[in-house]
Structure formats: C-alpha cells, structure tokens
C-alpha cells in the first residue's frame, strides 16, 4: 500500500505563487510515474501534469503549460508542484497520484494510489 500526503495549498492572488508537495509513504517510489491532478466544485477530476521515473520526462496540461512545473526527488520521495501566475480558474482540490503500472497516461483511473487532496484558492 502507498500513502501520499499533499502540502502546500492555501489562498493566494491572481498572480501569485504556490509549491506543493506530496510525500510518499513506498520505498517504490522512485519506479513509479507520478501525477498532479486537481478537482474544482461540480468539475470532474482534471490531468494537470505527471513525470516519469526519469525527472527529465514530463507532460502538462495546456492550460498550466509555462505556469507550472512539476518535479520529484526520488531521494526524499516527494513529488512537488511549482505554480506560478495563478489564475482564479486554478482554484480547485489538488491531488498527487502514482501510477505503478508505467501507463504515463492522463486519465485518473490509469493511477493506483491517490493522496487526500490539498485545496488552493486563487482570488481575483
């Protein structure tokens, strides 16, 4: 079993910045892909962006492509998301996921384990 815990969310302006963090319970870690994903209220869950294994291999979504950058250190195993230039509509939930099977897709049911979530808040 594989426990993620996200950190980092909060209220920010349009404009700002935020870094989240999910640490990861596997010493697996480093062999799995990983994902950000978020949910806003009355939305389906969302691909915002995901990594391979090697942490030179990574896709984002259009809409955060060059805002956003995601990155893992397998050492601590902890994956992070860098936001920059938030807008209102990032507002929502925001989940890290691994996906033991390699499947470096962008649909939620390719990933296994998901953590709980950590809400982010952009005002305008």
């Known amino acids: 079993q594989v426990q993620l815990v996200e950190s980092g969310g909060g209220l920010v302006q349009a404009g700002g910045s935020l870094r989240l963090s999910c640490a990861a319970s596997?010493?697996?870690?480093?062999?799995?892909?990983m994902g950000w994903f978020r949910q806003a209220p009355g939305k389906e869950r969302e691909f915002v962006a995901h990594i391979r294994r090697s942490v030179t291999s990574t896709y984002y979504a259009d809409s955060v492509k060059g805002r956003f950058t995601i990155s893992r250190d397998n050492a601590k195993n902890t994956l992070y998301l860098q936001m920059h230039s938030l807008k209102p509509e990032d507002t929502a939930v925001y989940y890290c996921?691994?996906?033991?099977?390699?499947?470096?897709?962008?649909?939620?049911?390719?990933?296994?384990?998901w953590g709980q979530g950590t809400q982010v808040t952009v005002s305008s």
């Open positions: 996921a691994a996906d033991s099977r390699l499947q470096f897709a962008i649909t939620p049911s390719a990933y296994d384990y």
């Open positions: 596997a010493r697996t870690f480093s062999t799995f892909v």
